[in-house]
């Protein structure tokens, strides 16, 4: 097991800040529903007593970070005083710990803003391990033998798609080739496709110019905002289909916009256009709801894609045996951190489903891309119909930020899980008090905090 030493590894902070950027300024992010994105965060910093520290955090959309940082510092005590190497060394045990408190499981459980919060302390807990060990989690990941990797994950709940033993069979069955694929991904990196030429508030003109931009860059997958307005979403997805021709891939994402049956007929008039699937059309939580969509839109050869707001490993589960995604989107800012992240991925190489990550928000493409790295190294073994998203925004304020270059992610190599802020940028923008947001508020762009949104202060 590569666990460290437990010399001076001993947690002695928690310290969490409520992040947020001002992108609802220029409608970066929007969609659908979410349509005045402030991309923000709960960004955790987790230090030992020799000064080792981990950096982890989990995306919001700007108001109600603060409810998750309150749930973060609550979650404190579960920590502190804890060896961070008793941590690892039984980590599923942990999970358990933090996910389950006997009486703050009442306010999840393993669901909504207490699995938000578990997440940001569990992804620092990662970043720290692999920063331990001097490399980039997917390098820890993968140079894990099954058995240690599997130890991280509670298989609680699951055990009727997949056991431990069975996870570990798996895992040990794709060995072979290992190095060669470690190298391919070192040379070659890991397909991309952006969404960032459609979001819903983007006028026509720049919708059309990202369009040309991001073609010009490589890029051969783009994703489209829509489900507000039928007659929008066909002029503006008809503009992006001439604009990448017919040999590139359209896709489509609702943001839960739709009933069932509104999704369906809205899709079968979208089809024409040959979107390759269709993201979160209704309710996050309404599996059979998506099966239903799914099954009524295979005739058209459109798939239904969701994740970005999947509860918890069950309703994965459910999900993947229900026939109700194509298309895995596991976010990794969500569920409980790494941990549970790692059972949805084995789940859906059990059952046969494409997981290609959401990355759509602060931190979301450095983390995900370490996943589907270890996922084309250990776990699938194919980049066959798998992509990750890429959202071209706030990578600019990461210690190592993610590198994409002719439509591939190229290979992390800096230790951890890229997920540390630069000197500097919770001084700027930590909420309500860093300087742009004083600025701002000051100049009347946005309405000053309330009561509430002062855990900062
Ligand atoms: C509010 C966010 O930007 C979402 O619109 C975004 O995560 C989106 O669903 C995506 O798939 O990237
Ligand atoms: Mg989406």
């Known amino acids: ?46 230090t030992t007593g020799n000064g080792k520290q981990g950096f982890g955090l989990t995306f919001t959309c700007g108001r109600g970070t603060e409810i998750i940082v309150l749930t973060i510092r609550s979650m404190k005590k579960f920590i502190i005083g804890k060896n961070a190497a008793d941590i690892f060394a039984d980590f599923a045990g942990f999970w358990r710990t933090i996910t389950n408190d006997s009486q703050m499981r ?114 051969k997958f783009f994703k489209v905002k829509v489900g507000v307005n039928f007659e929008d979403d066909y002029r503006r997805c008809s503009a992006v289909r001439k604009c990448i021709g017919p040999n590139n891939v359209l896709m489509v994402d609702a943001n839960q916009a739709w009933s069932v049956n509104e999704a369906i007929e809205w899709m079968k008039k979208l089809a024409p256009l040959k979107p390759m699937w269709i993201e979160e059309p209704t309710s996050p939580d309404d599996i059979l709801g998506h099966a239903a969509i799914s099954k009524a839109l295979a005739p058209y050869n459109i798939g239904v894609a969701t994740g970005e707001m999947c509860a918890n490993r069950v309703m994965f589960k459910q999900f993947l045996q229900s026939g109700g995604m194509q298309y895995c989107q596991i976010d990794s800012a969500r569920i409980g951190g790494v941990n549970e992240i790692l059972s ?38 194919t980049m066959q119909d798998r992509l990750i998203e890429y959202v071209d925004q706030q990578h600019e304020h990461f210690v190592d930020p993610c590198v994409v270059e002719n439509a591939k992610y190229l290979a992390p190599k800096q230790p951890g899980y890229s997920t540390e802020f630069l000197p500097g940028i919770l001084d700027r923008f930590a909420y309500p008090n860093g300087s742009e947001w004083r600025q701002m508020i000051k100049d009347g762009i946005f309405p000053p905090p309330d009561e509430a949104e002062l855990v900062n202060v």
């Open 1 to 46: 097991m590569p666990v460290p030493n437990r010399n001076g590894l001993e947690i002695v902070s928690i310290d969490v800040k409520d992040v947020r950027f001002p992108t609802s300024l220029g409608s970066h992010g929007s969609d659908a529903l979410h349509t005045d994105p402030n991309y923000s965060c709960a960004y955790v910093t987790t």
């Open 106 to 219: 009442w306010i999840g459980p393993e669901k909504g803003v207490a699995h938000l919060a578990a997440a940001a302390i569990l992804n620092s807990l990662w970043d720290l391990w692999a920063r331990l060990e001097n490399k980039p989690l997917w390098r820890l990941l993968v140079d894990m033998e099954p058995e240690e990797l599997v130890s991280t994950i509670d298989f609680r709940y699951i055990t009727d798609v997949i056991t431990k033993e069975e996870a570990i069979k798996l895992l040990k069955d794709k060995q072979a080739g290992k190095d060669e694929r470690v190298k391919y991904l070192m040379q070659h990196g890991y397909p991309a496709y952006t969404t960032q030429v459609g979001w819903l508030g983007y006028s026509d003109e720049l919708v059309q110019s990202l369009c040309d931009k991001y073609l010009k860059l490589g890029f």
């Open 344 to 381: 949805v991925y084995l789940m859906a190489e059990k059952l046969k489903v494409k997981v290609c990550p959401h990355a759509g928000g602060v931190g979301l493409c450095e983390m995900v891309q370490h996943l589907q790295y270890w996922d084309f190294a250990s776990v699938s073994c």
